[in-house]
């Protein structure tokens, strides 16, 4: 059986009661330059460090010259270039990274910070802890659906980048630099076949609030490092944190040092999971809460967390896309939803315009409740490559990604939040279309 009749046999034998999904090949915008920064911006100081301006020709992405200059395994700190300590120790005489602990995790289970330090306070503000602060991205606007996928690239990925294409939707992939060292032609397919979005989901994939400063500085560098030089010299605006775990301390080092906006999301499947030999989900479940959220309210929008990690993971995101379109989300990828549209405050050039409010996001509370229950140690996986037990850096042979046990992740939290997520909605909506 073909890949495509494969795709469709399995999308029609779920779907064979809804009335048949129209594909829209009108509503793809072009791939656009939103997930990389201007030539201008001041990041490109850290990366081109030949004489600016000479058309540096880069190695051909897959090829040994190409990858022989990037630690293979472990984010390495004793090689660091030199701009960007620079950049670090500017930002940090600046005051502008707040000093604040590094958490510790045991076994996987969500970080812990020392006494005295409140994850919900307005200065450590762990997003692990559901703590959101301005300017990082949880929401997307009304009626809109932002598609990201976490983890790749990886083998998994061939299937949905051709289900993408054929589909003409575009996405943004929160990439996993030794997985880029792996799987150059996955990678190649998403930046030049398919033209996605290319965003930072750090070099080994741990827990970033348990890191040092240094630490930190290599796990982003060395992806947007790679990323850089693997696409012509662009430099990606978003990341998203491994697990969700970002702090006031290393946000502000992927925003002061890399100029990167922090990604989290506000629906999880637990996808991750299905294919782990005891997954907290199934594709029958996570078909029912994707019904739920496709059906449902559409402010705020959405923002799924999904992996390009496994066939079962694909695949329950290749499922639910039929919803996406029967019941008339805006689909676009997570870059392209926050840059907005060439439509100055408004979605088109038909729609309605809004004013922009981008002064909302000063007032948005800090803090989002807690609701969902702590992951038993049963459950609770290691991250990738920070295990404490093992001692071993990440084997260069081996992919990395996962999310670990998903039980602490948001998945029944925005329901409760109706007010706060509205707020934030509205303001994004002014920020995109101002
Ligand atoms: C990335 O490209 C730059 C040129 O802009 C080059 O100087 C640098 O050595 C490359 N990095 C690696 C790790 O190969
Ligand atoms: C323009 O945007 C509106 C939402 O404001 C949407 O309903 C409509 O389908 C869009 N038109 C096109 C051509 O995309
Ligand atoms: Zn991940």
Redesign the pocket.
């Known amino acids: 059986m073909s890949r495509l009749s494969a795709i469709l046999l399995a999308a029609s034998a779920v779907y064979a009661s809804v009335a048949p999904a129209h594909e829209s090949h009108t509503k793809s915008k072009p791939p656009g330059n939103s997930w990389y920064h201007e030539d201008d911006h001041p990041v490109h100081a850290l990366?081109?460090?030949?004489p600016v301006g000479d058309g540096?020709i880069?190695?051909v992405v897959g090829t040994l010259e190409?990858s022989?200059?990037?630690p293979p395994a472990i984010a390495d700190t004793t090689m660091l270039p030199q701009a960007w300590m620079d950049a670090l120790s500017a930002a940090t005489l600046a005051g502008k990274i707040p000093d604040i602990p590094q958490s510790t995790s045991t076994n996987g289970l969500d970080p812990v910070y020392p006494i005295g330090y409140d994850p919900i306070s307005p200065n450590v503000c762990s997003s692990t802890a559901k703590c959101v602060t301005p300017g990082d991205i949880w929401d997307a606007p009304p009626g809109v659906v932002a598609l990201s996928f976490d983890d790749g690239p990886l083998p998994a990925s061939d299937q949905l980048y051709q289900f993408l294409a054929s589909h003409s939707e575009h996405v943004t992939h929160f990439f996993i630099g030794t997985n880029i060292l792996l799987y150059p032609e996955q990678f190649k397919t998403a930046f030049e076949t398919n033209q996605d979005d290319i965003a930072v989901h750090t070099w080994t994939h741990p827990y970033m609030t348990t890191k040092s400063n240094i630490e930190i500085l290599a796990e982003i560098g060395w992806t947007i490092?790679?990323i850089?030089?693997s696409t012509g010299?662009r430099i990606p605006k978003y990341w998203r944190p491994p697990y969700g775990d970002c702090d006031m301390r290393v946000r502000a080092i992927a925003k002061e040092v890399f100029g990167l906006t922090t990604v989290i999301w506000n629906q999880d499947t637990d996808d991750w999971t299905l294919s782990e030999p005891l997954p907290l989900t199934t594709p029958e479940k996570i078909q029912q809460q994707m019904t739920q959220w496709l059906t449902g309210s559409k402010t705020p929008g959405l923002v799924i967390l999904e992996h390009e990690l496994s066939d079962l993971s694909v695949k329950s995101f290749m499922d639910a896309y039929p919803m996406m379109v029967s019941n008339g989300w805006t689909r676009t990828s997570l870059a392209q939803m926050d840059a907005g549209s060439v439509y100055q405050n408004a979605w088109n050039s038909t729609s309605k315009v809004n004013p922009a409010k981008v002064g909302d996001l000063a007032v948005k509370p800090p803090a989002r409740a807690s609701t969902t229950a702590k992951p038993t140690a049963a459950t609770a996986k290691k991250p990738a490559s920070s295990s404490p037990t093992s001692g071993k850096p990440a084997s260069p042979n081996k992919p990395l990604g996962n999310q670990k046990s998903g039980a602490t992740h948001f998945s029944a939290v925005s329901l409760a939040l109706t007010g706060i997520t509205a707020a934030i909605g509205v303001a994004a909506v002014g920020i995109i279309m101002a």
């Open positions: 990366f081109k460090r030949g540096i880069y190695p190409w022989a200059g990037f490092e790679l850089h030089n010299g």
